[in-house]
Protein backbone atom coordinates (compact mmCIF):
# COMPACT_ATOMS: atom_id res chain seq x y z
CA UNK A 1 0.00 0.00 0.00
CA UNK A 2 0.84 3.28 -0.75
CA UNK A 3 2.51 5.93 2.21
CA UNK A 4 -0.21 7.92 3.37
CA UNK A 5 0.81 12.13 3.71
CA UNK A 6 -1.95 14.19 5.92
CA UNK A 7 -2.24 18.03 6.20
CA UNK A 8 -1.18 19.87 9.54
CA UNK A 9 -3.47 21.42 10.74
CA UNK A 10 -3.43 23.30 14.43
CA UNK A 11 0.22 21.74 15.06
CA UNK A 12 -1.91 18.11 14.44
CA UNK A 13 -1.24 15.78 11.80
CA UNK A 14 -5.14 14.83 9.84
CA UNK A 15 -6.40 12.94 7.38
CA UNK A 16 -8.22 14.59 4.89
CA UNK A 17 -11.72 13.61 3.65
CA UNK A 18 -10.57 11.50 0.53
CA UNK A 19 -6.76 11.32 -0.80
CA UNK A 20 -4.94 12.06 -4.07
CA UNK A 21 -2.62 9.86 -5.36
CA UNK A 22 0.75 11.37 -6.63
CA UNK A 23 2.59 9.64 -9.59
CA UNK A 24 5.83 9.47 -11.06
CA UNK A 25 5.44 11.23 -14.42
CA UNK A 26 8.90 9.49 -15.72
CA UNK A 27 7.40 6.10 -14.65
CA UNK A 28 3.36 6.35 -14.09
CA UNK A 29 3.24 2.84 -12.13
CA UNK A 30 5.59 4.27 -9.30
CA UNK A 31 2.83 5.76 -7.10
CA UNK A 32 4.95 8.91 -4.56
CA UNK A 33 2.39 8.68 -2.10
CA UNK A 34 -1.70 9.47 -1.09
CA UNK A 35 -1.70 12.85 -0.40
CA UNK A 36 -4.76 13.72 2.10
CA UNK A 37 -7.02 16.19 0.87
CA UNK A 38 -9.10 18.74 2.89
CA UNK A 39 -12.32 19.89 2.73
CA UNK A 40 -13.72 22.98 3.02
CA UNK A 41 -14.11 22.38 7.15
CA UNK A 42 -10.53 21.52 7.30
CA UNK A 43 -9.96 24.32 5.22
CA UNK A 44 -11.57 26.68 7.89
CA UNK A 45 -9.99 24.51 10.40
CA UNK A 46 -6.33 26.13 9.46
CA UNK A 47 -7.76 29.42 9.08
CA UNK A 48 -8.95 29.36 12.60
CA UNK A 49 -5.95 27.86 13.86
CA UNK A 50 -3.68 30.40 11.97
CA UNK A 51 -5.80 33.09 12.90
CA UNK A 52 -5.84 32.19 16.71
CA UNK A 53 -2.09 31.62 16.75
CA UNK A 54 -1.16 35.05 15.24
CA UNK A 55 -1.34 37.43 18.65
CA UNK A 56 1.48 35.37 19.94
CA UNK A 57 3.61 34.61 17.08
CA UNK A 58 3.26 38.23 15.46
CA UNK A 59 4.58 39.77 18.70
CA UNK A 60 7.19 37.26 19.94
CA UNK A 61 10.31 36.99 20.16
CA UNK A 62 12.40 37.72 16.81
CA UNK A 63 15.55 35.72 17.97
CA UNK A 64 13.00 32.29 18.37
CA UNK A 65 11.50 33.20 15.03
CA UNK A 66 15.19 33.54 12.94
CA UNK A 67 16.19 29.97 14.90
CA UNK A 68 13.00 28.52 13.54
CA UNK A 69 13.93 29.67 9.96
CA UNK A 70 17.81 29.10 10.28
CA UNK A 71 16.79 25.51 11.91
CA UNK A 72 14.74 25.06 8.88
CA UNK A 73 16.86 26.18 6.05
CA UNK A 74 19.24 24.45 7.51
CA UNK A 75 17.52 21.14 8.11
CA UNK A 76 16.51 21.27 3.92
CA UNK A 77 20.08 21.93 2.92
CA UNK A 78 21.72 18.83 4.81
CA UNK A 79 18.86 16.95 2.94
CA UNK A 80 19.10 18.54 -0.03
CA UNK A 81 19.93 15.10 -2.05
CA UNK A 82 17.26 13.29 -0.30
CA UNK A 83 14.70 16.27 -0.58
CA UNK A 84 15.96 16.96 -4.40
CA UNK A 85 15.38 13.14 -5.32
CA UNK A 86 11.18 13.14 -4.19
CA UNK A 87 11.22 16.89 -6.54
CA UNK A 88 12.88 14.84 -9.35
CA UNK A 89 10.39 11.66 -8.59
CA UNK A 90 7.28 13.63 -8.22
CA UNK A 91 7.29 16.92 -10.80
CA UNK A 92 9.68 14.98 -13.68
CA UNK A 93 13.03 17.62 -13.10
CA UNK A 94 16.45 15.97 -13.69
CA UNK A 95 18.08 14.86 -10.36
CA UNK A 96 20.42 17.48 -10.46
CA UNK A 97 17.72 20.18 -11.29
CA UNK A 98 15.78 18.83 -8.40
CA UNK A 99 19.13 18.67 -5.87
CA UNK A 100 19.85 22.68 -7.45
CA UNK A 101 15.95 23.48 -6.15
CA UNK A 102 16.37 22.25 -2.78
CA UNK A 103 19.57 23.90 -2.25
CA UNK A 104 17.79 26.86 -3.33
CA UNK A 105 14.54 26.21 -0.68
CA UNK A 106 17.43 25.81 2.39
CA UNK A 107 18.88 29.21 1.59
CA UNK A 108 15.87 30.93 0.82
CA UNK A 109 14.42 29.86 4.62
CA UNK A 110 18.47 31.42 5.89
CA UNK A 111 17.61 34.95 3.80
CA UNK A 112 14.43 34.85 5.76
CA UNK A 113 15.89 33.92 8.69
CA UNK A 114 18.87 36.92 8.53
CA UNK A 115 15.57 39.12 7.74
CA UNK A 116 14.05 38.72 11.03
CA UNK A 117 16.63 41.00 12.51
CA UNK A 118 17.49 43.01 9.64
CA UNK A 119 13.94 44.49 9.43
CA UNK A 120 14.49 48.26 10.02
CA UNK A 121 12.14 51.54 10.16
CA UNK A 122 12.84 55.04 9.53
CA UNK A 123 12.76 57.99 12.16
CA UNK A 124 12.03 61.30 10.82
CA UNK A 125 11.47 64.84 12.19
CA UNK A 126 8.09 66.49 11.98
CA UNK A 127 7.23 69.28 10.33
CA UNK A 128 5.69 70.01 13.21
CA UNK A 129 8.15 71.32 16.00
CA UNK A 130 7.97 68.90 19.05
CA UNK A 131 6.68 66.16 17.36
CA UNK A 132 8.48 62.74 16.03
CA UNK A 133 7.86 60.69 13.38
CA UNK A 134 8.51 56.80 13.08
CA UNK A 135 7.27 54.82 9.98
CA UNK A 136 7.46 50.70 10.70
CA UNK A 137 5.98 47.69 9.08
CA UNK A 138 3.97 45.00 10.95
CA UNK A 139 2.85 41.64 10.17
CA UNK A 140 -0.17 41.92 8.06
CA UNK A 141 -2.15 38.45 9.91
CA UNK A 142 -3.28 35.01 8.57
CA UNK A 143 -1.31 34.59 4.51
CA UNK A 144 -2.87 31.84 2.35
CA UNK A 145 -0.20 31.11 -0.08
CA UNK A 146 -1.41 28.79 -3.08
CA UNK A 147 1.68 27.37 -5.37
CA UNK A 148 1.75 25.62 -8.31
CA UNK A 149 3.73 22.22 -9.59
CA UNK A 150 6.41 23.82 -11.61
CA UNK A 151 8.65 24.71 -8.30
CA UNK A 152 7.19 22.43 -5.90
CA UNK A 153 9.92 22.90 -2.98
CA UNK A 154 11.70 26.51 -4.37
CA UNK A 155 8.09 28.57 -4.57
CA UNK A 156 6.01 27.18 -1.23
CA UNK A 157 9.74 28.48 0.14
CA UNK A 158 9.41 31.91 -1.36
CA UNK A 159 6.24 32.26 0.00
CA UNK A 160 6.14 30.61 3.70
CA UNK A 161 9.91 31.97 4.74
CA UNK A 162 9.06 35.67 4.50
CA UNK A 163 5.29 35.44 5.41
CA UNK A 164 6.58 33.88 8.75
CA UNK A 165 9.30 36.04 9.19
CA UNK A 166 7.74 39.21 9.11
CA UNK A 167 5.26 37.81 12.08
CA UNK A 168 2.40 36.00 9.97
CA UNK A 169 0.96 33.35 9.95
CA UNK A 170 0.78 30.90 7.17
CA UNK A 171 -2.14 28.38 5.27
CA UNK A 172 -0.65 26.88 2.29
CA UNK A 173 -2.54 24.99 -0.51
CA UNK A 174 0.32 23.50 -2.52
CA UNK A 175 -0.35 22.05 -5.93
CA UNK A 176 -2.57 18.54 -6.32
CA UNK A 177 0.22 17.77 -9.11
CA UNK A 178 3.37 18.13 -6.51
CA UNK A 179 2.23 18.01 -2.64
CA UNK A 180 4.97 15.90 -1.79
CA UNK A 181 7.92 18.51 -1.43
CA UNK A 182 5.48 21.04 0.65
CA UNK A 183 4.48 18.38 3.15
CA UNK A 184 8.21 17.40 3.56
CA UNK A 185 8.78 21.06 4.17
CA UNK A 186 5.56 21.14 6.61
CA UNK A 187 7.25 18.44 8.40
CA UNK A 188 10.41 20.12 8.85
CA UNK A 189 8.14 22.81 10.35
CA UNK A 190 6.48 20.94 12.37
CA UNK A 191 9.49 19.94 14.22
CA UNK A 192 11.36 23.30 14.01
CA UNK A 193 9.96 24.84 17.41
CA UNK A 194 7.03 26.36 15.84
CA UNK A 195 3.88 27.11 18.21
CA UNK A 196 0.49 25.40 16.90
CA UNK A 197 -1.17 27.39 14.02
CA UNK A 198 1.60 29.11 12.76
CA UNK A 199 1.99 27.15 9.97
CA UNK A 200 -0.54 24.81 8.93
CA UNK A 201 -0.52 22.49 5.38
CA UNK A 202 -4.36 22.21 4.06
CA UNK A 203 -3.85 20.28 0.70
CA UNK A 204 -6.86 19.21 -1.84
CA UNK A 205 -8.45 20.85 -4.46
CA UNK A 206 -7.78 24.67 -5.78
CA UNK A 207 -11.78 24.70 -6.03
CA UNK A 208 -12.51 23.21 -2.52
CA UNK A 209 -9.21 24.84 -0.53
CA UNK A 210 -8.37 27.25 -2.52
CA UNK A 211 -11.30 28.72 -3.00
CA UNK A 212 -11.82 29.00 1.04
CA UNK A 213 -8.87 30.39 1.43
CA UNK A 214 -9.52 33.18 -1.42
CA UNK A 215 -13.21 33.68 0.03
CA UNK A 216 -12.48 33.60 4.12
CA UNK A 217 -12.81 37.25 5.64
CA UNK A 218 -10.27 35.81 8.33
CA UNK A 219 -7.06 35.71 5.13
CA UNK A 220 -5.55 39.05 5.30
CA UNK A 221 -3.11 38.47 2.17
CA UNK A 222 -2.75 36.18 -0.56
CA UNK A 223 -0.09 35.06 -2.22
CA UNK A 224 -0.45 33.13 -5.51
CA UNK A 225 2.03 31.80 -8.35
CA UNK A 226 0.20 30.16 -11.19
CA UNK A 227 -1.52 30.45 -14.45
CA UNK A 228 -2.93 33.47 -15.60
CA UNK A 229 -6.82 32.06 -15.70
CA UNK A 230 -6.73 31.55 -12.42
CA UNK A 231 -4.86 34.42 -10.86
CA UNK A 232 -7.40 36.32 -12.21
CA UNK A 233 -9.93 34.95 -10.46
CA UNK A 234 -8.40 35.44 -7.02
CA UNK A 235 -7.60 38.62 -7.81
CA UNK A 236 -10.86 39.54 -8.64
CA UNK A 237 -12.51 37.99 -5.48
CA UNK A 238 -9.60 38.93 -3.60
CA UNK A 239 -10.19 42.32 -3.99
CA UNK A 240 -14.20 42.51 -3.61
CA UNK A 241 -13.15 41.82 -0.23
CA UNK A 242 -10.50 44.14 -0.01
CA UNK A 243 -7.41 41.33 0.48
CA UNK A 244 -4.18 41.66 -0.26
CA UNK A 245 -3.15 40.26 -3.25
CA UNK A 246 0.24 38.92 -5.26
CA UNK A 247 0.12 37.44 -8.39
CA UNK A 248 2.97 35.57 -10.19
CA UNK A 249 1.52 34.05 -13.05
CA UNK A 250 2.73 33.32 -16.98
CA UNK A 251 5.46 34.25 -19.34
CA UNK A 252 6.08 33.97 -22.86
CA UNK A 253 9.67 35.21 -22.41
CA UNK A 254 11.38 36.50 -25.22
CA UNK A 255 15.34 35.63 -25.84
CA UNK A 256 16.93 38.34 -28.77
CA UNK A 257 20.25 36.82 -30.39
CA UNK A 258 22.06 39.79 -32.27
CA UNK A 259 24.25 39.32 -35.09
CA UNK A 260 27.32 39.93 -32.97
CA UNK A 261 26.32 37.60 -30.28
CA UNK A 262 29.57 34.69 -29.03
CA UNK A 263 27.78 31.64 -31.08
CA UNK A 264 28.43 29.08 -28.23
CA UNK A 265 27.10 31.26 -25.55
CA UNK A 266 24.04 32.06 -27.74
CA UNK A 267 23.25 28.40 -28.18
CA UNK A 268 23.71 27.25 -24.31
CA UNK A 269 21.35 30.94 -23.37
CA UNK A 270 18.77 29.52 -25.85
CA UNK A 271 18.80 25.92 -24.71
CA UNK A 272 18.85 25.90 -21.32
CA UNK A 273 16.71 28.86 -20.85
CA UNK A 274 14.09 27.18 -23.28
CA UNK A 275 14.12 23.26 -22.90
CA UNK A 276 15.90 22.72 -19.35
CA UNK A 277 13.14 21.87 -16.86
CA UNK A 278 11.39 20.34 -19.67
CA UNK A 279 10.21 24.06 -20.65
CA UNK A 280 8.21 24.24 -17.87
CA UNK A 281 9.43 27.45 -16.08
CA UNK A 282 7.59 30.41 -16.04
CA UNK A 283 10.87 31.86 -16.83
CA UNK A 284 11.21 29.70 -19.67
CA UNK A 285 12.21 31.37 -23.62
CA UNK A 286 9.54 30.28 -25.82
CA UNK A 287 10.62 33.11 -28.69
CA UNK A 288 13.80 33.00 -30.10
CA UNK A 289 14.35 36.95 -31.88
CA UNK A 290 17.18 36.70 -33.86
CA UNK A 291 18.72 39.04 -36.68
CA UNK A 292 19.63 37.86 -40.16
CA UNK A 293 23.84 37.78 -39.78
CA UNK A 294 23.41 34.63 -37.55
CA UNK A 295 20.05 33.36 -38.24
CA UNK A 296 20.78 30.36 -40.32
CA UNK A 297 24.40 29.20 -37.83
CA UNK A 298 22.17 29.86 -34.89
CA UNK A 299 19.58 27.75 -35.57
CA UNK A 300 21.88 24.92 -37.01
CA UNK A 301 23.66 24.74 -34.02
CA UNK A 302 20.59 24.70 -31.43
CA UNK A 303 19.43 22.20 -33.90
CA UNK A 304 22.19 19.88 -33.39
CA UNK A 305 22.56 20.64 -29.56
CA UNK A 306 18.72 19.40 -29.05
CA UNK A 307 19.54 16.34 -31.21
CA UNK A 308 22.43 15.12 -28.07
CA UNK A 309 20.07 16.16 -25.08
CA UNK A 310 18.90 12.85 -23.53
CA UNK A 311 15.56 12.76 -22.48
CA UNK A 312 14.33 10.23 -20.31
CA UNK A 313 13.60 9.19 -17.05
CA UNK A 314 14.23 12.55 -14.55
CA UNK A 315 16.00 10.03 -11.55
CA UNK A 316 18.77 8.00 -14.16
CA UNK A 317 22.24 9.96 -14.37
CA UNK A 318 22.82 11.34 -17.85
CA UNK A 319 19.09 12.44 -18.56
CA UNK A 320 19.32 16.18 -19.90
CA UNK A 321 15.68 16.46 -20.11
CA UNK A 322 12.54 14.84 -17.85
CA UNK A 323 9.29 14.18 -18.76
CA UNK A 324 6.47 16.49 -19.08
CA UNK A 325 4.30 16.73 -15.74
CA UNK A 326 1.39 14.85 -16.88
CA UNK A 327 -0.89 13.43 -19.27
CA UNK A 328 -2.81 16.47 -19.94
CA UNK A 329 0.54 18.84 -20.01
CA UNK A 330 1.33 16.79 -22.41
CA UNK A 331 -1.56 16.89 -24.62
CA UNK A 332 -1.39 20.87 -24.79
CA UNK A 333 2.35 20.90 -25.50
CA UNK A 334 1.20 18.65 -28.70
CA UNK A 335 -1.35 20.52 -29.59
CA UNK A 336 0.59 23.58 -29.72
CA UNK A 337 3.45 21.81 -32.07
CA UNK A 338 -0.06 21.03 -34.54
CA UNK A 339 -1.24 24.40 -34.10
CA UNK A 340 2.71 26.19 -34.86
CA UNK A 341 2.59 23.60 -38.60
CA UNK A 342 -0.83 24.59 -38.95
CA UNK A 343 0.01 28.24 -38.99
CA UNK A 344 2.99 27.74 -41.27
CA UNK A 345 5.84 27.32 -38.58
CA UNK A 346 8.43 25.01 -39.76
CA UNK A 347 9.56 22.01 -37.15
CA UNK A 348 13.60 21.75 -37.52
CA UNK A 349 13.72 19.57 -34.58
CA UNK A 350 11.92 17.32 -32.09
CA UNK A 351 8.47 17.63 -31.12
CA UNK A 352 7.87 13.85 -31.07
CA UNK A 353 6.45 11.92 -28.20
CA UNK A 354 8.74 9.48 -27.18
CA UNK A 355 9.28 5.57 -24.95
CA UNK A 356 11.31 5.12 -22.58
CA UNK A 357 12.45 2.12 -20.72
CA UNK A 358 10.10 2.89 -18.08
CA UNK A 359 6.03 4.74 -19.01
CA UNK A 360 6.37 8.75 -18.90
CA UNK A 361 5.30 11.74 -20.49
CA UNK A 362 7.93 11.94 -22.78
CA UNK A 363 8.54 15.08 -25.22
CA UNK A 364 11.52 15.64 -27.47
CA UNK A 365 12.11 18.81 -27.28
CA UNK A 366 10.84 21.06 -30.36
CA UNK A 367 12.14 23.66 -32.38
CA UNK A 368 10.39 25.69 -34.77
CA UNK A 369 11.95 28.60 -37.09
CA UNK A 370 9.71 31.05 -39.50
CA UNK A 371 7.56 31.75 -37.10
CA UNK A 372 5.53 35.36 -36.65
CA UNK A 373 4.47 37.41 -33.94
CA UNK A 374 1.14 37.11 -34.40
CA UNK A 375 1.19 33.31 -34.77
CA UNK A 376 -0.23 31.53 -30.88
CA UNK A 377 2.95 29.44 -30.51
CA UNK A 378 4.64 32.88 -30.71
CA UNK A 379 1.91 34.53 -27.98
CA UNK A 380 0.68 32.30 -25.81
CA UNK A 381 2.23 30.18 -22.94
CA UNK A 382 2.51 26.77 -24.01
CA UNK A 383 4.75 25.67 -20.92
CA UNK A 384 6.73 22.77 -22.68
CA UNK A 385 10.01 22.34 -24.58
CA UNK A 386 8.16 23.88 -27.30
CA UNK A 387 10.30 26.98 -28.32
CA UNK A 388 10.04 29.02 -31.91
CA UNK A 389 12.60 31.40 -33.72
CA UNK A 390 11.22 34.53 -35.30
CA UNK A 391 13.74 36.71 -37.64
CA UNK A 392 13.49 40.48 -37.09
CA UNK A 393 15.88 42.64 -39.52
CA UNK A 394 17.73 44.19 -36.92
CA UNK A 395 18.09 45.32 -33.46
CA UNK A 396 14.96 47.66 -33.02
CA UNK A 397 12.71 45.32 -34.95
CA UNK A 398 14.06 42.59 -32.46
CA UNK A 399 13.25 44.94 -29.52
CA UNK A 400 9.71 46.14 -30.56
CA UNK A 401 8.78 41.91 -31.57
CA UNK A 402 10.29 41.48 -27.73
CA UNK A 403 8.06 43.72 -26.24
CA UNK A 404 4.81 42.67 -28.68
CA UNK A 405 3.32 40.64 -25.45
CA UNK A 406 0.67 40.65 -22.98
CA UNK A 407 3.49 39.16 -20.56
CA UNK A 408 6.36 40.59 -18.99
CA UNK A 409 8.20 38.70 -16.83
CA UNK A 410 11.96 37.72 -18.40
CA UNK A 411 13.41 39.25 -21.47
CA UNK A 412 17.10 38.27 -22.96
CA UNK A 413 19.91 39.46 -25.04
CA UNK A 414 22.30 37.68 -26.37
CA UNK A 415 25.19 40.25 -27.63
CA UNK A 416 28.81 41.36 -27.46
CA UNK A 417 27.96 45.14 -28.01
CA UNK A 418 27.22 46.96 -25.00
CA UNK A 419 25.50 49.33 -26.58
CA UNK A 420 22.63 47.19 -27.28
CA UNK A 421 23.50 45.22 -24.17
CA UNK A 422 22.72 48.58 -22.24
CA UNK A 423 19.52 49.91 -24.42
CA UNK A 424 18.14 46.28 -23.92
CA UNK A 425 18.03 46.78 -20.10
CA UNK A 426 16.64 49.49 -20.37
CA UNK A 427 13.72 49.37 -23.15
CA UNK A 428 12.30 45.32 -22.85
CA UNK A 429 9.55 45.27 -20.36
CA UNK A 430 9.61 43.03 -18.50
CA UNK A 431 10.82 42.61 -14.74
CA UNK A 432 13.78 40.60 -15.24
CA UNK A 433 16.13 41.47 -17.62
CA UNK A 434 19.23 39.10 -18.41
CA UNK A 435 22.22 39.88 -20.84
CA UNK A 436 24.14 36.67 -22.19
CA UNK A 437 22.33 34.94 -19.35
CA UNK A 438 19.25 32.04 -19.87
CA UNK A 439 15.78 33.96 -19.58
CA UNK A 440 15.23 31.54 -16.66
CA UNK A 441 17.55 31.38 -13.78
CA UNK A 442 17.21 33.71 -10.72
CA UNK A 443 19.30 34.58 -7.40
CA UNK A 444 17.40 34.32 -3.94
CA UNK A 445 18.31 37.21 -2.54
CA UNK A 446 16.85 40.08 -5.62
CA UNK A 447 13.16 40.68 -6.62
CA UNK A 448 11.72 38.20 -8.84
CA UNK A 449 8.53 39.57 -10.63
CA UNK A 450 7.21 40.66 -14.09
CA UNK A 451 4.90 43.61 -15.44
CA UNK A 452 1.90 43.64 -18.24
CA UNK A 453 -0.13 40.83 -17.03
CA UNK A 454 2.77 38.54 -15.80
CA UNK A 455 2.41 39.39 -12.41
CA UNK A 456 0.52 41.60 -9.78
CA UNK A 457 0.85 43.39 -6.72
CA UNK A 458 4.82 43.81 -5.25
CA UNK A 459 7.71 41.77 -6.17
CA UNK A 460 8.31 38.77 -4.22
CA UNK A 461 12.07 37.82 -2.63
CA UNK A 462 14.92 39.63 -0.93
CA UNK A 463 14.19 42.31 0.83
CA UNK A 464 11.33 43.22 -1.05
CA UNK A 465 9.20 40.47 -0.07
CA UNK A 466 8.55 42.81 2.86
CA UNK A 467 6.41 44.61 1.06
CA UNK A 468 3.71 42.43 0.56
CA UNK A 469 4.24 40.45 4.05
CA UNK A 470 4.18 43.95 5.85
CA UNK A 471 2.26 46.73 6.27
CA UNK A 472 3.28 50.17 7.20
CA UNK A 473 2.26 52.00 10.11
CA UNK A 474 3.20 56.31 10.91
CA UNK A 475 3.28 56.61 14.57
CA UNK A 476 3.54 60.31 15.51
CA UNK A 477 4.91 61.48 19.28
CA UNK A 478 4.46 64.45 21.28
CA UNK A 479 6.67 64.13 24.15
P1 LIG B 1 -2.91 26.72 -11.86
O1 LIG B 1 -3.26 28.15 -11.96
O2 LIG B 1 -3.78 25.74 -12.48
O3 LIG B 1 -2.75 26.28 -10.35
C1 LIG B 1 -1.98 27.02 -9.43
C2 LIG B 1 -2.53 26.77 -8.04
O4 LIG B 1 -3.83 27.37 -7.93
C3 LIG B 1 -2.72 25.29 -7.71
O5 LIG B 1 -2.39 25.08 -6.36
C4 LIG B 1 -4.20 25.10 -7.95
O6 LIG B 1 -4.76 24.00 -7.27
C5 LIG B 1 -4.75 26.40 -7.44
N1 LIG B 1 -6.09 26.70 -7.91
C6 LIG B 1 -6.73 26.22 -9.00
N2 LIG B 1 -7.98 26.73 -9.09
C7 LIG B 1 -8.14 27.56 -8.03
C8 LIG B 1 -9.19 28.38 -7.57
N3 LIG B 1 -10.35 28.45 -8.23
N4 LIG B 1 -9.03 29.10 -6.45
C9 LIG B 1 -7.86 29.04 -5.77
N5 LIG B 1 -6.82 28.27 -6.16
C10 LIG B 1 -6.94 27.54 -7.27
O7 LIG B 1 -1.40 26.63 -12.41
P2 LIG B 1 -0.47 25.31 -12.49
O8 LIG B 1 -0.28 24.69 -11.16
O9 LIG B 1 -1.00 24.48 -13.58
O10 LIG B 1 0.94 25.95 -12.88
C11 LIG B 1 1.28 26.26 -14.19
C12 LIG B 1 1.11 27.75 -14.44
O11 LIG B 1 1.74 28.52 -13.44
C13 LIG B 1 1.77 28.19 -15.73
O12 LIG B 1 0.85 28.95 -16.48
C14 LIG B 1 2.95 29.05 -15.31
O13 LIG B 1 3.28 30.06 -16.18
C15 LIG B 1 2.52 29.58 -14.01
N6 LIG B 1 3.68 29.81 -13.15
C16 LIG B 1 4.10 31.09 -12.92
C17 LIG B 1 5.21 31.34 -12.15
C18 LIG B 1 5.62 32.75 -11.84
O14 LIG B 1 6.31 32.95 -10.84
N7 LIG B 1 5.25 33.73 -12.62
C19 LIG B 1 6.01 30.26 -11.58
C20 LIG B 1 5.46 28.97 -11.84
C21 LIG B 1 4.34 28.77 -12.61
P3 LIG B 1 -4.90 22.54 -7.99
O15 LIG B 1 -3.57 21.98 -8.03
O16 LIG B 1 -5.81 21.78 -7.12
O17 LIG B 1 -5.48 22.81 -9.35
Not at 388 to 414: P, R
Request: net charge negative; proline share 5%; aromatic share 8%.
Amino acid sequence: MAEQFRNYIGGEWVAGSSVNVNRNPSDTRDVVGEYAQADAAQAQAAIAAAKAAFPQWSTGSIQERANILDRVGAEIIARKDELGALLSREEGKTLPEGIGEAMRAGQIFRFFAGEVVRMAGEKLASVRPGVDVEVTREPLGVIGLITPWNFPIAIPSWKIAPALAYGNTVVIKPADLAPGCAWAIAEILSRAGLPPGVFNLAMGRGSVVGEALVASPDVTALSFTGSVPTGRSIAAKAIARMAKVQLEMGGKNPLVVLDDADLPTAVNVAVQGSYFSTGQRCTASSRIIVTPGIHDQFVAAVAGKLSTLRVDNAMLAGTDIGPVVDESQLGIDQKYIEVGKAEGAQLVAGGERVERATPGYYLSPALFIGATSSMRIAREEIFGPVACVIEAKDYDEALAMANDTEFGLSAGIVTTSLKYASHFKRHAQAGMVMVNVPTAGVDYHVPFGGRKGSSYGSREQGRYAAEFFTTVKTAYTAP
